[in-house]
């Protein structure tokens, strides 16, 4: 075998190869045990809300200006993820302009319309909302988790429905394959020049924000080549009882747990990051409004995200429209009812006052084990199959 040959191998296997979602799941665990360390834990939906935040302070709706994109760490951290992803489509040659049909475009406008408002009631969606929550110790993501079953089986029973009533057939694919190379060395750049301007910025959180961009660039790459999608993980032991994506996500949501621990119990990461007051009905409601949905959209928050790096135009428009919704009831939520401070929704529980770092650990690692055994029970028995 020649030089280049191996070359070749080496670039197949990193970039055009797919990764298993055990692999895909182990990787983005240590990349977000890594940013929690860098900077800040993982988050979606506060970037997705600072971009809807701009385009309602355009039309006016907001009378003071958000943070600047590049300059809020959330939505650094969304850029990110969208580059690296896009990044992996282009080197792969698999990304494309895929613009679905009529029924799709409505259901992407609608499912983004809930997706909004579900994040909104648990201030989080799949990552900031359960992931995130539960790997931070939060009581608020073991609330949303059971959410998100419950919201994902009625999406399951939507979608078995539609398939009886109506056809969703058609859809136009624009192939960019021949420049799928020069976009790829496009995003190369940009990833290099900003991690390059972020470090030699003389903003505080320059150096920062440069490492969060690099990590979240890796996570969207990752999940991209890996397909690591949580609609995917939550909706298929109940469509087909296929559970290798729910087993990838289990391990990743363990690993990434155990890793917070320590930076918690370290005394580098505050305490209360991300305990949100949400316990128990803004993250059951917003879960379950959150998780139908999710299966509805095809995308959960991040999987949204990179779907939309591979040129995916539904997933655009569910990003569009779950911005938008999720700024304007945030704004009234925060501002104008309140909310949180009422308590209505719920409480900020941080496990660890109540049962310490140990009990806690515990109790999340028997929630995520209880999970595995489930779905690994489910794909050989079928007992919760819905099915076709």
């Known amino acids: ?3 280049k040959d ?3 191998e080496l670039y197949n296997a990193m970039f055009r190869s797919s ?3 055990i692999t895909g799941g182990i990787l983005l665990a240590l990349l977000v045990i890594l940013l929690e360390m860098w900077y800040r834990p993982w988050g979606i939906v506060g970037g997705l809300r600072n971009w809807g935040e701009w385009v309602l302070y355009g039309i006016g709706f907001l009378e003071e200006a958000p943070q600047h994109p590049l300059w809020f760490s959330s939505s650094v951290l969304d850029l990110g993820l969208l580059l690296g992803a896009f990044l992996s489509a282009t080197l792969a040659q698999e990304f494309g302009i895929r613009i679905p049909p009529k029924l799709e475009i409505i259901k992407g406008i609608v499912a983004g319309i809930l997706m909004g408002i579900g994040s909104a009631l648990a201030q989080g969606c799949n990552v ?10 939060s009581a608020s993501g073991i609330a949303m988790m059971l959410g998100l079953m419950v919201g994902v089986f009625i999406g399951v029973k939507y979608l078995l429905w539609e398939i009886e009533h109506f056809s969703s057939q058609g859809g136009i694919e624009i192939s960019t394959k021949k420049i799928n190379p020069l976009l790829g060395l496009i995003a190369l750049f940009i990833l290099f020049y900003g991690i390059y301007a972020y470090f030699t910025s003389d903003n505080e959180n320059g150096v920062k924000l440069g490492g969060a961009f690099l990590l979240t660039a890796g996570i ?3 999940m991209h080549r890996s397909r690591l999608c949580m609609v ?3 909706r298929e032991p ?3 009882g296929e559970a290798t994506m729910a087993k990838g996500v289990a391990l990743s949501l363990f690993l990434t747990t155990l890793g917070v621990l320590f930076i918690k119990m370290a005394g580098i990461q505050e305490a209360n990051v991300y305990v949100t007051p949400t316990f128990i ?6 879960g379950i409004i959150f998780g139908a949905a999710m299966v509805v959209a095809g995308g959960c928050g991040s999987g949204s995200l990179w779907r939309v790096g591979e040129g995916q135009v539904k997933l655009m428009i569910v990003v569009v429209f779950f911005s938008l919704t999720n700024a304007i009831l945030r704004y009234y939520l925060d501002n104008v009812w309140e909310i949180w401070d009422k308590g209505i929704l719920g409480k900020a529980v941080y496990l660890p006052d109540i049962f310490g770092y140990g009990g806690a650990f515990i109790i999340l690692a028997i929630v995520i084990l209880l999970w595995y055994l489930f779905v690994d029970w489910n794909e050989k028995t079928e007992k919760f199959v819905i099915g076709l």
């Open 220 to 222: 969207g790459f990752i």
């Open 238 to 240: 109940f469509l087909s």
């Open 281 to 286: 009905w803004g993250s059951l409601i917003g």
């Open 6 to 8: 191996s070359l070749n």
């Open 1 to 3: 075998m020649s030089f």
């Open 128 to 137: 900031g909302g359960f992931y995130m929550a539960i790997a931070n110790l």
């Open 232 to 234: 995917n993980a939550f």
């Open 19 to 21: 990764y298993s979602p």
